[in-house]
C-alpha cells in the first residue's frame, strides 16, 4: 500500500508542476489577438494612474462587460493593450487614483476595427456617472475574482511544496 500511495504522490506532483507550468506560460505570455484592435493608451496626467479596460460585447440582445487590468501608467508612458472585437464596437476606459478613487472614466467606439486606437488621459473626466458606476461595480467583482484565485494558487503552492518536500525526504532515507 505504501508503494501505491507513494507512486499516487508523484503522479500528482508532476501533474501539478506540469499544469502550473502551462498556466504561468499561458498566463505571462504577451496577448496578441488575431484579428484584434490594438490600443494604446498614454497617460499625459501628472500623476500615475491605474487603468482597467472594460471590452462591451453585444451577444443576443445582452450586454456583457469585460473588465482587463491594463496597469499602472507613470505620466508621459504608455500601455498596449490588444482587444478582441468580434462581438463588439465599442470599449471603456477606467482610470483609479489609488486603489478605490476613480478619477477618469471614458467610452470609445470603434467604428473601423482595422485601424490600432489611441488614447491619450489629458485631464480628469467622467463622461457617464450611469456607466462608470456599472464599470467600477464590474472592476470590483474583476478584483474579487482575481483576489480568490491568487488565494486558492498560494494554497495549491503550498501544498505542492508540502508534498515534494515530503517525497524527497522519503527518497533521502532510502
Same mark, same amino acid.
Given at each position: 500500500m505504501a508503494k501505491w500511495?507513494? $507512486?499516487?504522490? /508523484?503522479?500528482?506532483?508532476?501533474?501539478?508542476?506540469?499544469?502550473?507550468?502551462?498556466w504561468f506560460i499561458k498566463k505571462s505570455a504577451v496577448a496578441f489577438v488575431d484579428?484584434?484592435?490594438? $490600443?494604446?493608451? /498614454?497617460n499625459k496626467l501628472p500623476q500615475a494612474l491605474d487603468f482597467y479596460l472594460i471590452n462591451v460585447n453585444k451577444i443576443d440582445n445582452t450586454t456583457k462587460l469585460e473588465p482587463k487590468h491594463v496597469g499602472k501608467i507613470r505620466p508621459e508612458y504608455y500601455r498596449v493593450e490588444y482587444l478582441k472585437m468580434d462581438k463588439s464596437d465599442e470599449y471603456w476606459i477606467v482610470g483609479y487614483l489609488g486603489k478605490k478613487n476613480l478619477v477618469y472614466f471614458s467610452q470609445h467606439s470603434v467604428p473601423n476595427k482595422n485601424i490600432d486606437q489611441i488614447v491619450e488621459v489629458q485631464n480628469y473626466i467622467n463622461q457617464s456617472m450611469k456607466l462608470s458606476d456599472a464599470a467600477k461595480k464590474q472592476i470590483d467583482a474583476y478584483n474579487y475574482e482575481n483576489t480568490k484565485l491568487g488565494i486558492w494558487i498560494t494554497l495549491?503552492?503550498?501544498?505542492l511544496f508540502l508534498n515534494l518536500v515530503l517525497l524527497l525526504k522519503k527518497n533521502n532515507k532510502n
Open positions: 500511495a507513494r $507512486l499516487f504522490r /508523484i503522479v500528482t506532483v508532476v501533474s501539478s508542476i506540469s499544469i502550473f507550468t502551462y484579428n484584434s484592435v490594438g $490600443l494604446q493608451v /498614454i495549491d503552492f503550498l501544498l
